[in-house]
Every structure is written in structure tokens, then in C-alpha cells.
Nanobody, 121 residues
Framework: QLVESGGGLVHTGESLRLSCAASIATFTDLNMGWIRQAPGKEPDLVAAIDWIGTGDYYEPSVKGRFFISRDNNNHMVYLQMNILRPEDTAIYYC????????????????WGQGTQVTVSS
């Protein structure tokens, strides 16, 4: 129901744009986010956007480099990632939840299958 795309292998300083296609009937009610998990680490919410697209959250290490957006007409969520660093290497999951606090806590109801992002130094 959430399908990510756009991951890949890039060099330090380059950009990637992740996309998430949602086939959930209540998508326009969902707060959406991107959660990443690096090898051997816990999942970490890096960005979130509220259901209407006016409120957002960024993890401090990505603030100013990553930008989340959504297109409610087409049921899409995007993560523009700029100035990528090796420490951004992880599997990135698109996630959604009706409850904003739930999403910020990483306890999303809906999850995609993930897309790998690898940043080489």
C-alpha cells in the first residue's frame, strides 16, 4: 500500500529524490513520514509532514538538507535529499499514521517495503 522508489548509490554531496506512492483510501487523512534504518541501528524518523501539508518535522542532522513534500491529489510523498553524507546510508521507509504523535514516535500504522540509499565517500 506504500511503495517507495528512487533509492540508489550516490557520492558524498550528491542528491536523491525518494518517492512514495500510496494506495490507501484514507491517504489524505494520514500524516506521512520517512523513517530510515542503518545497519545495526534503530529506526529513526528523519522527516514528517502532516495530513494537510502545512506542518513538518526534521531530524536535526538532516534539517536544511532534506525536504519532505506531498501531493494529495496523486497520493504521493517525496523526500528530496541534498548534500548527502555517508552517514545518510540506510534503508528508507515511507510511513504513515492518522496520529501525528504516533508518527513522530516511529509507531506508524502503515509502512512501505523500503528503498536502499547508499552514499559513498
Amino acid at each position: 500500500q506504500l511503495v517507495e522508489s528512487g533509492g540508489g548509490l550516490v557520492h558524498t554531496g550528491e542528491s536523491l529524490r525518494l518517492s512514495c506512492a500510496a494506495s490507501i483510501a484514507t491517504f489524505t487523512d494520514l500524516n506521512m513520514g520517512w523513517i530510515r534504518q542503518a545497519p545495526g541501528k534503530e529506526p529513526d524518523l528523519v522527516a514528517a509532514i502532516d495530513w494537510i501539508g502545512t506542518g513538518d518535522y526534521y531530524e536535526p542532522s538532516v534539517k536544511g538538507r532534506f525536504f519532505i513534500s506531498r501531493d494529495n491529489n496523486n497520493h504521493m510523498v517525496y523526500l528530496q535529499m541534498n548534500i548527502l553524507r555517508p552517514e545518510d546510508t540506510a534503508i528508507y521507509y515511507c510511513a504513515g499514521d492518522l496520529n501525528w504523535g504516533q508518527l513522530l514516535g516511529g509507531l506508524a500504522t502503515y509502512w512501505g517495503q523500503g528503498t536502499q540509499v547508499t552514499v559513498s565517500s
